[in-house]
Antibody
């Protein structure tokens, strides 16, 4: 069965770049869309952006100037980079899979807490 | 950006009771609406897509309805494992947005 697992530093200094990786196991990264979604403590969910396995991306306009999502098919991974972070970027970050750009993600990772401090 | 407003914020019910959750969009999203169940420390679980279609493995006590701007998620008879936070999400316009959630708690 396909599983997603987020990994990366749990603590990032303000003004630096947050970097996370999502590893896809039990299946191929091909033919799907892959997203990053986050949830600040005590708040709701926010869609950061997505990437198609072939490389096309779409980012939330509120974060677009600071976000880069990339895919590494050889490693069956995709990654998130968020630059110039502040305390407001402290959140649980989830990776997720969906079958089209407008399909609800049916598969999510467990999430990883990143604290900016 | 489309704003989704969920109500109520908290629903206090007993097992076996019926739960009715509302999600209202600031503009029409047609039927491009999904519902998720989220428990602490777990990944969100897709319940419904396209407003009224149950995702794979979701029991029939969960049902969704609505189109345009007003949507409802109904749990016909609450099981102990159903107590969680529920989010709606619109997939009509970018950026994709979520509601703030409804917490279904044990009364």
């Amino acid at each position: 069965q396909v599983q997603l697992q987020e990994s990366g530093p749990g603590l990032v200094n303000p003004s630096e770049t947050l970097s996370l990786t999502c590893t896809v196991s039990g299946g191929s990264i091909s033919s799907y869309y892959w997203s990053w979604i986050r949830q600040p403590p005590g708040k709701g969910l926010e869609w950061i952006g997505y990437i198609f396995y072939s490389g096309g991306t779409n980012y939330n306009p509120s974060l677009k100037s600071r976000v880069t999502i990339s895919v590494d098919m050889s490693k069956n991974q995709f990654s998130l980079k968020l630059s110039f972070v502040t305390a407001a970027d402290t959140a649980v970050y989830y990776c997720a899979r969906h079958i089209s750009a407008v399909a609800a993600p049916g598969l999510w990772g467990q999430g990883t807490l990143v604290t900016v401090s | 950006e489309i704003v989704l407003t969920q109500s109520p914020a908290t629903l206090s019910l007993s097992p076996g009771e019926r739960a009715t959750l509302s999600c209202r969009a600031s503009q029409s999203v047609s039927s491009y609406l999904a519902w998720y169940q989220h428990k602490p420390g777990q990944a969100p679980r897709l319940l419904m897509y396209d407003a009224s279609n149950r995702a794979t493995g979701i029991p029939p006590r969960f049902s969704g309805s609505g189109s345009g701007t007003d949507f409802t998620l109904t749990i016909s008879s609450l099981e102990p494992e159903d107590f969680a936070v529920y989010y709606c999400q619109q997939l009509s316009n970018w950026p994709l947005t979520f509601g703030q959630g409804t917490k279904v708690e044990i009364k």
